[in-house]
């Protein structure tokens, strides 16, 4: 059984700094790619960032491009997404995603809230 479960989200003005984590548990974590999604309520669920199983490659949206970091700490079994200049539309509540490629399941956290505000 996997279990993720992110935190970090809150209330932040635009131009803040926000950092998430996912922490990962039930499964061998360092095998496997992790993401990060969001979603706006009534708005498909769209990738913001994706990271390769050894953190050697990232990928992101070109919304997020230069103003978020993603990475990984295998040790901890926890991903991460730095936040910065945050604006007004990147209200949303964001996910993390391990999509497990043996058995076809994708995983997904309970997601946190990230609201940017004046």
């Known amino acids: 059984q996997v279990q993720l479960v992110e935190s970090g989200g809150g209330l932040v003005q635009p131009g803040g700094s926000l950092r998430l984590s996912c922490a990962a548990s039930?499964?061998?974590?360092?095998?496997?790619?992790m993401g990060w999604y969001r979603q706006v309520p009534g708005q498909q669920r769209e990738m913001v960032a994706t990271?390769?199983?050894?953190?050697?490659?990232?990928n992101y949206a070109d919304f997020v491009k230069g103003r978020f970091t993603m990475s990984r700490d295998d040790a901890k079994n926890t991903v991460y997404l730095q936040m910065s200049n945050l604006k007004p539309e990147d209200t949303a509540v964001y996910y993390c995603?391990?999509?497990?490629?043996?058995?076809?399941?994708?995983?997904w956290g309970q997601g946190t809230q990230v609201t940017v505000s004046s």
């Open positions: 995603h391990l999509p497990d490629m043996r058995t076809g399941v994708d995983y």
């Open positions: 990271i390769s199983a050894k953190g050697r490659a990232t």
């Open positions: 039930g499964t061998i974590f360092r095998s496997y790619a």
